[in-house]
């Protein structure tokens, strides 16, 4: 069974910085998309940025393009969201998702894997 586990959340100070990491585990089909979803307290969970495993595709919220970035690293089976110039807005529980196809990336009804979700702060 496929297990996605976060990591690297945390209280950050606005303009500060964070990486979070999204380590994958029994995940053999090719073909794949990985994404990075986001849930502040009263709020729908909301797309942040994804990719298909393989680089072909990328997608990312116009909230945070030019402030996130993903990437990833094969050999370590891992994605990462690198965070930068953080917001008090950016404050919300980071979940990592995938599907092991090429799907709308932007909704998150299509993933059928989900982390458990790590706590990003960023304080004013």
């Known amino acids: 069974q496929v297990q996605l586990v976060e990591s690297g959340g945390g209280l950050v100070q606005a303009g500060g910085s964070l990486r979070l990491s999204c380590a994958a585990s029994?995940?053999?089909?090719?073909?794949?998309?990985m994404g990075w979803f986001r849930q502040a307290p009263g709020k729908e969970r909301e797309f942040v940025t994804a990719?298909?495993?393989?680089?072909?595709?990328?997608s990312i919220a116009d909230s945070v393009q030019g402030r996130f970035t993903i990437s990833r690293d094969n050999a370590k089976n891992t994605v990462y969201l690198q965070m930068d110039k953080l917001k008090p807005e950016d404050t919300a529980v980071y979940y990592c998702?995938?599907?092991?196809?090429?799907?709308?990336?932007?909704?998150?009804?299509?993933?059928?894997?989900w982390g458990q979700g790590t706590q990003v702060t960023v304080s004013s």
């Open positions: 990719l298909t495993w393989d680089g072909e595709n990328t």
């Open positions: 029994a995940l053999t089909f090719r073909y794949y998309t």
């Open positions: 998702a995938a599907a092991p196809y090429k799907i709308p990336m932007e909704t998150s009804i299509h993933y059928t894997y």
